[in-house]
T-cell receptor, first 112, second 113 residues
């Protein structure tokens, strides 16, 4: 079964600190992996898209990594800000059929 | 990038009634999708809205319950029919560009009483 598992389910961090979110997937055949940020009451917004050949991609203070061999990805948030409080969703695109498989998300709360 | 708007942004409806949600995109797109996000859950694909033909529904979703129209490449509607409290969710319109980037609308928060 094609799945995307994220951990932790939620975390609380202090403003200015770093954190790392994890994503493991079994989706095959793999096309690309995306990280989205979803603020409360809003639709998801894309942070990064990585294909099979990409190991690291950054978008400002967000850095995503991908290990296609172990089927793992991480999203690292550097120097967190209050505005980083949101849900972060890992999404894997299957190569055949253009179907996206969504992880359950990690809810991040940044406290001052 | 594509800018997506949805109407209404939220609504409270009585059970047994129907609600039509509109999705407007600021550019022509090939692929449009409708998702549901139940409270505390991630997104679930309801259907792919095909321009000029019937929508393609995912397992567990049927046309009688969620009729979809897509009259052109920038507009689509999703109707939630004969609503029950279990239909209370956020409904999101999404489009995919030629570069495989996928954009999401702001969502319509539906509460059924």
């Amino acid at each position: 079964k094609n799945q995307v598992e994220q951990s932790p389910q939620s975390l609380i961090i202090l403003e200015g600190k770093n954190c790392t979110l994890q994503c493991n997937y079994t989706v095959s055949p793999f096309s690309n992996l995306r990280w989205y940020k979803q603020d409360t009451g809003r639709g998801p917004v894309s942070l990064t898209i990585m294909t099979f050949s990409e190991n690291t991609k950054s978008n400002g203070r967000y850095t995503a990594t991908l290990d296609a061999d172990t089927k793992q990805s991480s999203l690292h948030i550097t120097a967190s800000q209050l505005s980083d409080s949101a849900s972060y969703i890992c999404v894997v695109n299957k190569a055949a059929g253009n179907k996206l498989t969504f992880g359950g998300g990690t809810r991040v709360l940044v406290k001052p | 990038s594509a800018v997506i708007s949805q109407k209404p942004s939220r609504d409270i409806c009585q059970r047994g009634t129907s609600l039509t949600i509109q999705c407007q995109v600021d550019s022509q797109v090939t692929m449009m999708f409708w998702y549901r996000q139940q409270p505390g859950q991630s997104l679930t694909l309801i259907a792919t809205a095909n321009q000029g033909s019937e929508a393609t529904y995912e397992s567990g979703f049927v046309i009688d319950k969620f009729p979809i129209s897509r009259p052109n490449l920038t507009f689509s509607t999703l109707t939630v029919s004969n609503m029950s409290p279990e239909d209370s969710s956020i409904y999101l319109c999404s489009v995919r560009s030629d570069s495989y980037e996928q954009y999401f609308g702001p969502g319509t928060r539906l509460t059924v009483t």
